[in-house]
């Protein structure tokens, strides 16, 4: 006997994102999944909720692959760049209620637009100090409270933290701290996936590590500890090797085209040595060089990196290292052409969550031709390469029977418009697990 379903999206365009581009004009979803694609008026029954979609579209829910909860939750609706940030005169979160109320908050926010996972890229004791309170161990570990309890409105991967969030990192403390166990929770809705280290700073600050000198005659440093840049390098190598052979991701904080060909070539020993063990990446990758980038696709490092920090901080770069440095920064055409899995993503609340401004970015970044090919590269950066980042291709990021019903309605497609006019385009509802958890 056929159960009917319990959410049916109808009378619209469902843009599936699998291998095909497969479009349909109706979606069902039956205990959290997506059970079928076109003709589902059969599965219609006296319990369903019908939404008619009166010529809407249906999209994969977003994923913002680099997106600080705790933190967002604690500032909204300020943030760092993009705006005045609130005055600061102790921590932001300093308990549990406070912990559990910024990461909610964030969960309000996420899903307005229509955002359904998202990566908080690193919690962890080397920021149990720390000045906001949003990086902690204490963190994670009520991210793992809010999971068991079905309190999380979006899937949440999470990246644990051994050393200070923009700061120094020890090798001991790394080892140290990889060799406990994270908290324990439903992959599904908590994932802790691996470590996050940084290795440099930022190239506006004149602090991510470079073969050429700023405009002060200064190259910058890694972020790791040593005594000098022989010594850096070489602990960071360890950290990466560890944590490779551990099965852990490595997301590395890499700015600096030195620290970035570094990291690569770490990674690259560590797959030659031990095999292939997590999806690693790198975070931001201002600088990296061509070279190094033709090279990540084989490897199979990811990149992820925000358009809206790009379009932001250009003339900070040129400030700091001179026009030329910004003609070959930030290379997501190249990237694309490479065959690169690149994630875009906002880094909020550095800036604002807002997806759509950040595609809207990407394509004038790109310098690439508006219609519907870009649109689909972009997207799949918010959509398919994320899930892919999280190693959950197979259950999550497209629409296909069998997956789970995480989904966003846009009141346009998105397809049919230039990239310049998508943060125009209004979120209509949002769905995690079958469950709405936004409808405007």
């Known amino acids: 006997m056929t159960r009917h379903a319990d959410l049916v999206l109808t009378g619209g365009t469902v843009l599936t994102f699998d291998a095909q581009d497969s479009e349909a004009d109706g979606l069902a979803v039956l205990d959290g999944e997506v059970v079928a694609l076109g003709d589902v008026a059969p599965l219609v029954g006296p319990d369903t909720r019908v939404v008619d979609l009166r010529g809407r579209t249906v999209l994969p829910g977003i994923n913002d692959s680099h997106l600080h909860g705790a933190w967002l939750g604690a500032m909204w609706p300020n943030t760092l760049l993009g ?123 004149k602090s991510a590590w470079t073969h050429s000198c700023y405009t002060d005659g200064t190259s910058g440093h890694l972020l790791v500890d040593g005594e000098h840049d022989a010594e850096r390098e070489a602990n960071l190598r360890r950290m990466i090797d560890t944590a490779h052979r551990a099965g852990a991701q490595i997301g590395v904080h890499a700015t600096g085209d030195r620290t970035i060909d570094v990291v690569v070539s770490a990674m690259a020993d560590a ?20 070279a190094t980038l033709a090279t990540l696709p084989g490897l199979g490092i990811g990149l992820n990196t925000q358009p809206g920090i790009a379009t932001s901080t250009g003339s900070w770069l040129v400030a700091a290292m001179g026009e030329d440095a910004l003609h070959s920064a930030w290379p997501l055409q190249s ?106």
């Open 271 to 290: 797959i030659a040595a031990h095999g292939r063990a997590g999806r690693h990446y790198l975070i931001h990758g201002d600088l990296i060089s061509a």
């Open 335 to 440: 990237a694309f052409d490479h065959g690169v899995p690149v994630c875009l993503s906002s880094d909020a609340p550095v800036l604002g969550p807002d997806w759509r401004q950040w595609i809207a970015a990407a394509a004038e970044w790109t310098a690439a031709t508006p219609g519907p090919d870009l649109m689909r590269r972009l997207l799949r950066g918010y959509t398919v390469n994320a899930a892919l980042q999280d190693g959950a291709e197979s259950w999550k990021g497209t629409l296909e029977i069998g997956k789970v019903a995480d989904l966003c309605v846009l009141e346009t497609n998105p397809l049919t418009i230039n990239p310049a006019d998508l943060p125009k385009v209004g979120v209509e509802l949002t769905v995690v697990g079958g469950k709405v958890v936004f409808e405007r």
């Open 83 to 205: 705006g005045p940030p609130a005055e600061q005169t102790g921590p932001l979160v300093s308990d549990a209620a406070s912990r559990r109320a910024a990461i909610l908050r964030a969960g309000d926010v996420v899903a307005e637009l229509g955002i359904t996972s998202y990566t908080e890229p690193g919690l962890g004791p080397g920021e149990d100090e720390g000045a906001t309170g949003c990086f902690s161990a204490a963190v994670l570990e009520e991210y793992a409270a809010l999971a068991a309890s079905g309190e999380l409105r979006a899937r949440v991967t999470a990246l644990r933290l051994f050393g200070v969030l923009d700061g120094p990192s020890s090798l001991a403390d790394f080892e140290r701290g990889l060799a406990t166990p994270p908290p324990a929770a439903d992959p599904r809705w908590l994932a802790v996936t691996g470590v996050k280290i940084f290795a440099d700073g930022i190239p506006p600050m």
